[in-house]
């Protein structure tokens, strides 16, 4: 979906000595011709791992590279970014495509697991930790590559997004396309939601992506029941429940949700919060667990 602005870009652009955000040609198959950025920082850490960024509707890599402060924490944490970039569909993700929507058959979800697999050979990385978070638009693809490719991520956090599979059916992921019935609200059983992730990967049995989930409640455009409705498509897959809230989490205007003991789910809604980023970098760092 659109986003208002990226405010202080140039205040969060990285600033280090020679790293900066570099196109990548040629990393592999790529169906729906997305493009590739990374950056990788001049102290790169041994088995680094990786975060995959997905900017927002309308949105485009460098974009998304200034629109949080990921590539400072980059610089001191030694990880590595890779920003995708579509150009299609006003630059929002296909998260409609029933191909993104399932394992290994294309899409742009299948595209950003070749951009993964680039950076995992060439730099060494860690195939244990490699991660994805996106705003809007870039929030619905960090669900969908969370549903569709369990084997590749180990966590998710997704800003302003809807679940997996929500926009199946539609005929586009815009905010121009006739159907909007996700983008409102659509609302399943968890049973339900939960199916439509194992449904994309058939007879996979392995470990499933943690998550966490951040909207605002003020959201006109992404409406805040899109976070509940993941928040139950990832407690049916993950196998845990809501157990406790905690008002002023991160700051005053969010309430944490916390599923089982918190390290597999986590909810961020915030009231007066409009389709914003709202991305607290340390908190979902702290989640993924690359800083303490």
């Known amino acids: 979906m659109l986003a208002r602005t990226f405010l202080g870009l140039a205040a969060t652009a990285a600033t280090c000595l020679g790293a900066s955000l570099q196109q990548v040609t ?10 590739m950025h ?4 001049d102290r790169v850490a041994s088995n680094p791992a990786i975060i995959v960024a ?11 590279f200034g629109g949080t402060r990921l590539p400072s924490y980059a610089d001191q944490h030694g990880f590595i970014l890779i920003y995708p970039s579509t150009p299609h569909m006003s630059n929002c993700w296909d998260v409609h495509n029933p191909a993104s929507l399932t394992h290994g058959q294309g899409g742009d979800a299948l595209g950003i697991v070749s951009m993964v697999n680039y950076a995992l050979n060439q730099y060494n990385g860690d195939r ?12 619905m693809m960090t669900n969908v ?20 599979a929500c926009f199946l059916g539609a005929p586009a992921a815009t905010p121009f396309s006739p159907n909007q019935t996700c983008a409102q609200g659509l609302q399943k059983t968890e049973q339900e939601w939960g199916d439509l992730v194992r449904n994309s990967y058939p007879g996979y049995t392995g470990r499933r992506p943690r998550m966490q989930i951040t ?20 407690s049916n897959v993950l196998g845990v429940q809501l157990t406790r809230e905690v008002r002023g989490v991160p700051s005053p205007q969010f309430t944490q949700l916390i599923y089982g003991d918190g390290t597999q789910l986590q909810g961020f809604l915030g009231d007066g919060v409009g389709h914003e980023p709202s ?12 800083i303490n």
């Open 145 to 164: 590559l969370a549903g569709s490719y369990p084997d590749v991520f180990e966590a998710g956090a997704a800003y302003s997004g809807v679940p997996h």
């Open 26 to 35: 040629n990393f592999g198959n790529n169906p729906t011709n997305i493009q």
């Open 128 to 139: 244990n930790r490699v991660y994805a978070m996106g705003f809007s638009s870039g929030g």
């Open 215 to 234: 909207h605002g409640l003020a959201d006109f455009l992404v409406r805040p029941q899109c976070a509940y409705e993941a928040l139950k498509q990832w």
């Open 38 to 41: 990374i950056y990788v920082p």
């Open 54 to 64: 997905l900017h927002p509707c309308g949105g485009n890599a460098q974009q998304w």
């Open 279 to 290: 991305v607290n970098e340390e908190q979902m760092l702290r989640f993924f667990g690359l």
